[in-house]
């Protein structure tokens, strides 16, 4: 973590407890907050109140205004359960309405009585103004949009109602990702997008050794802390744990879904996990999301997937421009595809490399995934131990730099994302692998055969092959530490090279003429700018320089709604917008 990070955890103020002398604003890191299994079912108690406070449907509908709909768990929409119902809809088992919370419009005066209610047990309420008067203060952490900031205000608004102070706190991209990673904050503004179309891409980054666990579970004090019980018994399992840590009771649980074969159990077993996850209160989930940008009409060929990622390398202008100005976001913290963990590194990632599969929009706009530096995506061969090998042929298929891609860069990449010790966000999604996580069954057995085996088989297996995470690096290249950001170091693979990166700027990509599919693309330069700024989006998006931009003023939307009818996109997405909470931070004043 850099020097100024540590200024900020000073600014990002978490929770003052004049009643308290623990460290709130630790992590949980080595010293112990003297917060105890007790006073963390409080807390729980405690954060799932604060989650009632909020009116949903005015976020979507004043906030948003982009077809969101009122999020009542963590799991986003659009995950199908093997009978075609929605999982989401078969989350939480209350009677009367979907999910964990009613976030339905009539429900919200009484989820605020209930809230009140529950926190009236901890706290000081004076009953003549309707306030409480020593809950502690809190500090919202948020990334700069004027979007994150608008909500940012209205949660502030809804508990200041109440009487509840919370400062609100700004950050630029990437440092909000590494502050929030880090866990130096108290409440943050959160996001998931699926990783893949199956549930427990929500749930298996929240295990205790995930580098995307931000809200910090099994990590810290909350690792020793001794009260969550499961019982997997009536599902045949052999875990029935009372009293038993994070790591004991959900590590095992998502390892033991990623074992299952049988479909209807398991995802019986993935509502457990995400019942388990909101028992703690420590995410709040917000709305389901869609994804809002805008695009000019002279633009053909461009598609995007549920996960949020873009695809521009088969667009057309009707104006015959050989140079394609978009602007997805701000400057990215790496394009090393085992580091990446944010959906605008991504988009560039599958225009610069080539893994084993990628996504493609067929003739009938229909999304599939099909073989791309593989030959064919094969069908896996069951072996007596219930393990399930993939043998791959790599196509002819050269490094930017000339060099053969050979099937000994997938392994090296693919055990150096996985191994523990390079600490990268998304090691875990080679769980699935036999011998996960340092000593993965993946060996080339020459330079053109790849053979992969994995520990059961996965449905979901072809799409994680087009995951970034499993896209190749060559060892020579990443043993210089700073490749990923420097064009003159960069070697990449797929489509398009990276021909020039000027930071905080733009990064400019250029077709790759020794692509065995480079007759395919037809727009020869992609330039990214780089912005976080939504007015600066719009001003060059109307203008014309910007023929896409991912993000928009939240004032100006129902006025280009009305405008640009065939430029304002709202796309289908798989993810959900969320509150987390730190859980390592103390709420305590008893």
């Known amino acids: 973590m850099k020097k100024f990070l540590t200024v900020l955890l000073v600014l990002v103020m978490v929770f003052s407890l004049a009643a308290c002398s623990s460290n709130s604003g630790d992590n949980g890191g080595e010293e112990s907050t003297g917060i105890t299994a007790e006073d963390e079912v409080k807390m729980a108690e405690i954060r799932q109140a604060i989650g009632l406070l909020f009116d949903r449907n005015y976020i979507v ?3 948003g205004q982009a077809g969101q709909l009122p999020a009542s768990s963590f799991v986003a929409m659009g995950m199908t359960e093997p009978d075609g119902s929605q999982f989401y809809e078969n989350a939480g088992g209350n009677d009367g309405y979907i999910g964990y919370y009613d976030v339905s419009k009539e429900a919200f005066e009484a989820n605020v009585e209930k809230a009140i209610e529950i926190l009236k047990k901890y706290y000081e309420y004076d009953e003549s103004t309707g306030k409480f008067t020593n809950f502690p203060t809190l500090t919202y952490l948020y990334n700069t949009s004027e979007g994150h900031k608008a909500i940012g205000e209205y949660l502030q608004s809804a508990l200041s109602a109440i009487g509840i102070t919370m400062n609100l706190e700004n950050q630029e991209w990437n440092t909000f990702l590494n502050t929030r990673k880090a866990g130096d904050y108290s409440v943050a503004r959160n996001g998931w997008l699926a990783d893949y179309n199956d549930p427990i891409c929500f749930l298996d980054m929240w295990t205790s050794t995930s580098g995307n666990n931000d809200v910090q579970f099994g990590k810290g004090n909350h690792a020793n802390l001794k009260l969550y019980s499961i019982d997997l018994t009536d599902l045949g399992y052999d875990l029935n744990v009372t009293d038993g840590t994070w790591a004991e009771t959900y590590d095992e649980l998502i390892a033991i879904i990623k074992s299952c074969t049988d479909d209807t159990v398991r995802y019986q077993l993935m509502h457990r996990a995400e019942d388990m996850l909101m028992s703690t209160g420590a995410i709040c989930p917000l709305y389901y999301y869609t994804d809002p940008y805008m695009v000019s ?11 949020g990622y873009k695809y521009f390398m088969y667009t057309t202008t009707t104006d015959n421009l050989d140079t394609l100005n978009v602007c997805i976001a701000s400057e990215p913290d ?7 963990s944010a959906v605008d590194g991504a988009t560039m990632l599958a225009h610069l490399f080539s893994g084993l599969a990628k996504w493609q929009q067929n003739d009938g706009g229909n999304l599939t995934i099909v073989p791309d530096a593989a030959q064919e995506l094969v069908e896996g061969v069951q072996n007596e131990d219930g393990t399930v090998t993939y043998t791959y042929t790599i196509r002819d298929m050269k490094w930017s730099d000339g060099q053969p891609v050979k099937a000994g860069d997938f ?8 191994n523990e010790e390079n600490g990268f966000d998304y090691g875990y999604m080679f769980e699935n692998i036999k ?19 994995l520990a059961n088989s996965v449905p979901y297996w072809d799409e ?3 995951f970034p995470t499993f896209f190749p690096v060559r060892e020579d290249v990443v043993a210089n530490e700073g490749w990923n950001t420097d064009p003159s170091t960069y070697v ?9 990166w000027e930071h905080n ?4 990509l250029t077709k790759n003429p020794e692509h065995p599919d480079a007759a395919e693309v037809t727009m020869p330069t992609l330039k990214f700018y780089l912005s976080d700024d939504a007015n600066n989006m719009l001003t060059n998006f109307k203008n014309g320089e910007w023929k896409l931009i991912d993000d928009v003023p939240t004032n100006e939307m129902a006025a280009l709604k009305q405008d640009y009818p065939d430029e304002f996109i709202v796309a289908g997405q798989i993810g959900t917008y969320y509150i987390c909470w730190n859980i390592n931070e103390d709420l305590r004043v008893w």
Do not use: H, Q
């Open 435 to 453: 011998g996960y996580p340092n000593d993965l069954a993946v060996t080339a057995l020459d330079d053109k055969t790849l053979e992969v085996t």
């Open 334 to 340: 790496t394009l090393d595809p085992a580091a990446n």
């Open 492 to 500: 990449c693979n797929g489509m398009y090279t990276m021909s020039g």
């Open 464 to 466: 994680l092959l087009a």
């Open 61 to 63: 509908e004043e906030i």
């Open 505 to 508: 700027s733009v990064i400019t």
């Open 297 to 307: 009409k002279t633009v053909n060929g461009f598609f995007s997937n549920p996960l």
């Open 411 to 418: 392994e090296y990449a693919w055990k150096r994302a996985a």
